[in-house]
């Protein structure tokens, strides 16, 4: 029998990439209408890769004997889009947050001794150290360009490209 209080929080945490996934959309929605190409490619495949994340955890616990449950009611599609800084803060404080969750599911497993959903879990310690960097890195970026508007065509470029140096 799987341990009820990890697979809560693991069902917990898999609708929280299901929501991760939903606001990466929603921004490359947003961003798609005002001609940034590269960094609505950029939104649009991280959307896929959050739900990757999700269904690794829906592939676990389903592993495990455990059952899924998917979450309809998420809440998240109303974040005002200001500026491309505005929205990278937005992403970076989400990722922080889904940061904070990981670290508190891995204590999780290892106050219930379950060392199998601990090993599991460093997978997505890495990933989150690699998505925070990722983000502070292009907000870095953006503060650099300023309001240089041939820095923001290049930038805007190369993040069709940012993805594909990108381990997954
Ligand atoms: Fe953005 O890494 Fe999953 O949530």
Redesign the pocket.
């Known amino acids: 029998m799987f341990n009820e209080k990890i697979q809560k929080g693991l069902i917990r ?1 898999l609708n ?2 299901l ?3 939903h606001i ?1 959309l929603y921004m490359a929605s947003c961003i798609e209408k005002k001609g940034y190409e590269g960094i609505c490619e950029f939104l649009y495949d ?1 959307s896929n ?2 739900r990757i ?2 269904l690794k955890l829906i592939r676990y616990i389903n592993k495990r004997g455990g059952n899924v449950f998917l979450d309809n009611n998420i809440s998240i599609i109303n974040i005002t889009y200001i500026s491309l800084k505005d929205l990278f803060l937005k ?1 970076f404080e ?2 922080q947050k ?1 940061s904070k969750e ?1 670290n508190s599911l891995v204590e999780v497993s290892l106050q219930e001794k379950d060392y199998f959903t601990y090993n599991f879990l460093q997978w ?1 310690v890495e ?2 150290i690699e ?1 925070e960097a990722l ?1 502070k890195m292009i907000l870095d970026k953006i503060e650099l360009i300023g309001g240089d508007k041939g820095g923001l065509y290049l930038f805007d470029k190369d993040m069709k490209n940012i993805h594909k140096n990108k381990k997954l």
Do not use: P
Request: zero cysteines; a negative charge.
């Open positions: 945490q929280r990439e929501e991760s996934s990466y991280h890769e959050e994340h999700m992403l989400h990722e889904i990981i997505y990933e989150q998505e983000i």
